[in-house]
């Protein structure tokens, strides 16, 4: 398709900018657009647990800092599992760490999401071959985003927030919270 | 003046043409007028607590030379509301083996400790729900309410940091309550009055009739209040008790959702309440500036509505400028340890504000009101007091155009934010 033909982009064909296409009016439009504001809500305000096991950690601090300022999102730190939405696997998992990952995971509140963050948390990393590193943290904690890199740029991470924002949008609350989602 | 009374007895006279002396269904409407008062308190409340938590959130990254939330609203003024409902929408957990009752109230005890606060602290001229004539040993009292909700919570939680946490600032509030309540009572003898009405009449609107320069050691109270009240409120530098690098987030540490939001509630309205009684206390609450409050309160309709909007105005411009003080104070000085939190309290503030009342005491005995003595005193107050203000704006902007300066070197552009801005 053509830039011309297609209406959700600004070209000579249509001057007045994008067009919106109005959805189709169905039963569930009110819980939809309250699933809407309610997702807007919570992917404003992603607070990520201050949990850190490796290098990646000093790229998650640089993060929350004046270049890449997650601030911006609405996403801070909290240093108490219970508060936080967001559990980011900053680093390498050993098996003697598996046990506190998954402890610190189950004492977050719902809804909740695990972004692993580096190669290590991926997929064990530089460390596979070794006799105590987890080859990859969703063999432990369900993870929702897989941010490649070793360790990756604050820049990622931000990127990173941003598509959980994405993948948070798609969502329906109330089956998350049955944990359907 | 009991205002919610005389409101209530006003709308029976329009609404009914009873006698509310007399008529016996009067209690209901009595009921009805406190439950409204009791409302707008607590909407008050919710719509000052949520914007001040993303004016701190831009003022530290301003202070950290970064932006801050901006993407809620224009430049994130809705980010509360996103807090707030995201925390709504959150599952509330109760740990296993937390005392699953105690673990439930010790919010409502907190937030309830700093509301019932909101009985006495007047908002203008006839804005306040019971002017009681004990009011400033009302709120001393009533918000000590919040040491039970934070023992209650720490203790409950079955956890050792919350434990840690609630035992810390117990020790904390109960002992910063000394030295607040003694320099208020440097206040109470001053101005003859418990009340909080009574207070702000005893002073005047413009700075020089207010108690800060009245007196050299209602001065010197007013930084030892503000001291203590800080520490009450739990704010850095005396945040102990949620310090996160030693006790994970203290007292609160198991809290989540809509339970955690209460606290935070709590300590924002705190620091309003703070703030309010030193506007009350030492700078003259609401008195509008060249008006007496006769004239005030002689005004009939629209004039009476908008003295009264006016001296609100007024007072919540002090209130705001001593809350934009303390959240300034909170990004820029760091944490005190265990020790010398003590240590500040009982060896410097608490004998300090002994001083002080005995200083108020011994001025208003030796020296004149009115006299050559009391005139060259207050003069020399206000100028001193003058030149802090001008001080304290100076170095703000000195550190803005240096900060302006280093951007501009670094990165040949203008700075992202024009200083109309918010910081």
């Known amino acids: ?181 | 003046m009991n205002v919610v009374q005389h409101a209530a007895d006003r709308f029976m006279r329009w609404a009914f043409s009873v006698d509310p002396a007399t008529w016996p269904h009067a209690w209901i409407v009595y009921a009805g007028f406190i439950l409204l008062a009791a409302v707008l308190a607590v909407g008050f409340v919710a719509l000052f607590a949520g914007p001040v938590t993303w004016l701190e959130r831009r003022v530290a990254g301003r202070i950290m030379s970064r932006i801050g939330p901006n993407r809620v609203g224009p430049q994130g003024v809705l980010q509360w509301l996103a807090d707030g409902i995201k925390c709504f929408l959150k599952e509330d957990l109760v740990p296993e083996g937390a005392d699953r009752t105690l673990f439930r109230i010790a919010p409502y005890f907190v937030f309830g400790g700093m509301f019932g606060a909101f009985v006495v602290l007047p908002f203008g001229v006839h804005l306040v729900a019971a002017d009681l004539n004990v009011g400033l040993l009302y709120i001393l009292a009533v918000t000590s309410l919040v040491v039970v909700g934070l023992l209650m919570a720490g203790w409950a939680s079955n956890s050792k940091w919350a434990l840690f946490g609630g035992v810390r600032s117990a020790a904390q509030l109960v002992s910063y309550e000394i030295p607040s309540a003694f320099s208020l009572m440097a206040v109470i003898l001053f101005a003859g009055t418990m009340s909080m009405q009574g207070v702000v009449a005893a002073q005047g609107g413009w700075p020089w009739d207010w108690f800060l320069f009245r007196n050299p050691f209602l001065f010197a109270a007013f930084f030892l209040y503000f001291t203590a009240a800080i520490a009450e409120g739990n704010r850095t530098p005396f945040d102990l008790p949620e310090a996160e690098s030693e006790l994970v987030a203290g007292y609160n540490v198991e809290y989540s959702g809509m339970r955690y939001l209460f606290f935070m509630f709590a300590e924002w309205a705190n620091l309003w309440i703070m703030s309010a009684v030193a506007t009350v206390c030492f700078l003259g609450g609401w008195q509008i500036p060249g008006v007496s409050p006769a004239e005030v309160a002689a005004a009939e309709g629209l004039a009476f509505v908008g003295w009264q909007a006016l001296s609100f105005l007024v007072f919540a411009a002090k209130a705001s400028a001593l809350i934009l003080v303390v959240v300034q104070l909170r990004w820029t000085v760091p944490r005190l340890r265990i020790d010398q939190l003590m240590f500040t309290c009982w060896k410097y503030l608490v004998p300090l504000s002994f001083v002080c009342i005995l200083g108020v005491l011994a001025l208003m005995v030796v020296v004149r009101e009115g006299g050559t003595v009391d005139m060259i005193l207050r003069a020399a107050l206000l100028i001193f007091g003058f030149w802090a203000v001008v001080e304290y704006a100076r170095r703000i902007r000195r550190t803005y155009l240096a900060d302006k300066a280093l951007y501009e070197r670094m990165e040949g552009k203008a700075m992202w934010y024009p200083p109309y801005r918010m910081p």
């Open chain 1, 1 to 181: 398709m053509s830039d011309a033909a297609d209406p959700l982009v600004k070209s000579p064909a249509n001057a007045d900018g994008p067009r919106v296409i109005e959805a189709e009016v169905y039963p569930g439009a009110i819980a939809t657009r309250l699933d809407h504001a309610i997702n807007w809500f919570r992917e404003s305000s992603i607070w990520y647990l201050l949990f850190a096991t490796a290098c990646c950690g000093i790229e998650l601090m640089q993060t929350g800092g004046p270049r890449t300022d997650l601030d911006r999102f609405g996403a801070v730190f909290r240093a108490s599992p219970r508060q936080s939405d967001l559990l980011l696997v900053a680093g390498t998992i050993t098996y003697k760490m598996a046990d506190r990952v998954r402890l610190l995971w189950a004492q977050m509140a719902d809804p909740k999401y695990v972004v692993a963050m580096g190669s290590c948390a991926n997929c064990g990393g530089l460390f596979q071959r070794s006799y105590s590193v987890v080859c990859g943290v969703d063999k432990i904690v369900p993870v929702d985003l897989y941010l490649p890199g070793c360790p990756p740029r604050p820049e990622a991470l931000n990127e990173a927030i941003l598509r959980l924002q994405e993948k948070m949008h798609g969502e329906r609350w109330a089956a998350k919270m049955k944990g359907q989602a």
